[in-house]
T-cell receptor, first 114, second 111 residues
Framework: AQSVTQLDSHVSVSEGTPVLLRCNYS??????LFWYVQHPNKGLQLLLK??????LVKGINGFEAEFKKSETSFHLTKPSAHMSDAAEYFC????????????FGTGTRLTVIP | NAGVTQTPKFQVLKTGQSMTLQCAQD?????MSWYRQDPGMGLRLIHY???????DQGEVPNGYNVSRSTTEDFPLRLLSAAPSQTSVYFC??????????FGSGTRLTVV
């Protein structure tokens, strides 16, 4: 079985400071991992994905994530937060059993303080 | 524009009523799925389909039915709505890789 755990339900940062959203995964095989973002009352947007290529994955809007097998982690980072980054972020794993269904973490709400 | 279209965007039902949430995509994707989103729980998979005529259950299928008679459409049916089904519902489709496209959601309230 595969699952992801988002370690923080809410993260607050000041504008211009680094962002770290933490995610640990559990999988019996090499996982495919994703980060999605959801702005208030909006749909879901893919930030980045890891599918067993380079372990450091760069995404949109300056976000990146590093796949660390030894730590079973896939944390999302950004060097400098912007007000527009305030949103809900989901760490997601694919089951890779043919259907490639997505399984979502419980989400981390990012607040950016001006 | 190509994408996933969900209707309606908002719906209020009384307990015991039935309704169908519509989902249509024009990208010729074989895979489609339905999720529900509840506060603090992320998105949970209800049902999915890997092609016309093929459907399967996800994590939380109870109280929901689906069918897939065409590649384009994947409706979600609530047979007898319950307050526990108050949620935001997302439909998604996917190409052969990991390129998921999500609809804009249906906000359902059951009173």
């Amino acid at each position: 079985a595969q699952s992801v755990t988002q370690l923080d339900s809410h993260v607050s940062v000041s504008e211009g400071t680094p962002v770290l959203l933490r995610c640990n995964y559990s999988s019996s095989y090499s996982p495919s991992l994703f980060w999605y973002v959801q702005h208030p009352n909006k749909g879901l947007q893919l930030l980045l994905k890891y599918t067993s290529a380079a372990t450091l994955v760069k995404g949109i809007n300056g976000f990146e994530a590093e796949f660390k097998k030894s730590e079973t982690s896939f944390h999302l980072t950004k060097p400098s937060a912007h007000m527009s980054d305030a949103a809900e972020y989901f760490c997601v794993v694919s089951d890779q059993t043919g259907a490639n269904n997505l399984f979502f973490g419980t989400g981390t709400r990012l607040t950016v303080i001006p | 524009n190509a994408g996933v279209t969900q209707t309606p965007k908002f719906q209020v039902l009384k307990t015991g009523q039935s309704m169908t949430l519509q989902c249509a995509q024009d990208m010729n994707h074989e895979y489609m799925s339905w999720y529900r989103q509840d506060p603090g729980m992320g998105l949970r998979l209800i049902h999915y389909s890997v092609g016309a005529g093929i459907t399967d259950q996800g994590e939380v299928p109870n109280g929901y039915n689906v069918s897939r008679s065409t590649t384009e459409d994947f409706p979600l049916r609530l047979l007898s709505a319950a307050p526990s089904q108050t949620s935001v519902y997302f439909c998604a489709s996917r190409n052969t890789g990991y390129g998921y496209t999500f609809g804009s959601g249906t906000r359902l309230t059951v009173v």
